[in-house]
């Protein structure tokens, strides 16, 4: 699943309603019939490993301590216009893990997924040549630093360097959020078909997962944009679906590999919602990166659980 960062990656403008509709009545029809497993509701074979893999880039994109945010605030510290070349300036850069994103973004653009992956192959397109370029700045700047050249030319390399990669951040940060929204997209829709493949084949505690989940999804997203009144509208039907969550995984039988797993991803939910009521009473921002912290640990543990076939 798709983690989220609050550095900033924009997150899905898209309503429930949205999802649910993208996947069509249960019956089907002669163009998309009905799915009769969970495997058919997320796609054929290669767009669902055209989206994991972008998924994969994704979250590498976004990752706390080596994603394409956290290095253009770190840049941005060095103030390079103003700087001096007596101090001593460490660059930030992670040459290889941005590598390895883009590696993934071109094989998975590389797979046919048909029209379920035409929205992020388009944000794909945009998104890799913003971090081919910023990858290039870095490759050209690192050694640069690291051999402190910089003392030799008052740093005038890095200087006139500075508003090309100014701008490959920021479309790549852009690039990111577009992603994020295809991504999304995506996921929401190929929850929202297995949600009603696993109901009609008995697999009641996965399903009351998934749905927690999607609800999840919408009310951190509200959250990380400060709207509160979405968000309470959004609190009713999320405490819901955690309850339901903890119905169901109290009947699974105690030998289930997935029954602590659910038992920590609606702990995990409760507590995101416990962080936002303390975000609304203090207005801390401290509070609404623990509803984010809390989300992604609940994805931490929905990436363990086994979702049936």
């Known amino acids: 699943m798709i983690s989220r960062t609050s ?185 929202a078909a297995k949600l009603e493949v696993m109901r009609k084949g008995g697999h009641a505690a996965e399903a009351s997962l998934l749905d927690a989940m999607q609800k999840a999804d919408l009310f951190t997203n509200a959250v990380m944009e400060d709207n509160k009144a979405e968000a309470d509208a959004q609190l009713p039907a999320m405490e819901a679906a955690i309850a339901k969550l903890r119905e169901e995984q109290a009947k699974m039988p105690a030998d289930n590999s997935n029954k602590s797993y659910l038992s920590s991803i609606a702990d995990n939910l409760s507590g995101m919602v416990g962080a936002y009521r303390d975000f609304k009473q203090s207005n801390s921002d401290g509070y609404r990166e623990q509803v984010v912290d809390r989300y992604n640990s609940a994805i931490g543990n929905m990436n363990r659980v086994e979702l049936p076939a």
């Open 7 to 191: 550095a900033g990656v924009a997150t899905l403008a898209l309503a429930a309603a949205l999802s649910l509709s993208a996947c069509g009545d249960s019956k089907g029809n002669a163009e998309n019939p009905a799915p009769k497993s969970v495997a058919q509701a997320a796609g054929n074979e290669a767009t669902q490993e055209k989206m994991s893999l972008y998924i994969d880039a994704f979250n590498a994109l976004i990752d706390e301590h080596w994603g394409v945010s956290k290095y253009f605030g770190d840049y941005q510290k060095l103030d390079i216009p103003n700087a001096s070349a007596t101090a001593t300036l460490h660059f930030p850069e992670n040459i290889s893990h941005l590598e390895r994103a883009i590696a993934k973004l071109k094989e998975g653009r590389a797979l046919n997924g048909g029209n379920q992956g035409k929205k992020a192959d388009e944000a794909a397109d945009k998104l890799i040549p913003q971090l081919e370029a910023l990858l290039a700045q870095w490759q050209a700047l690192d050694p640069y630093f690291e051999s402190r050249a910089y003392r030799d030319d008052a740093l005038a390399k890095a200087k006139a360097a500075h508003d090309a990669q100014t701008q490959a951040y920021q479309g790549s940060v852009a690039g990111i959020e577009e992603l994020d929204v295809a991504l999304s997209e995506y996921q929401r829709a190929s929850n």
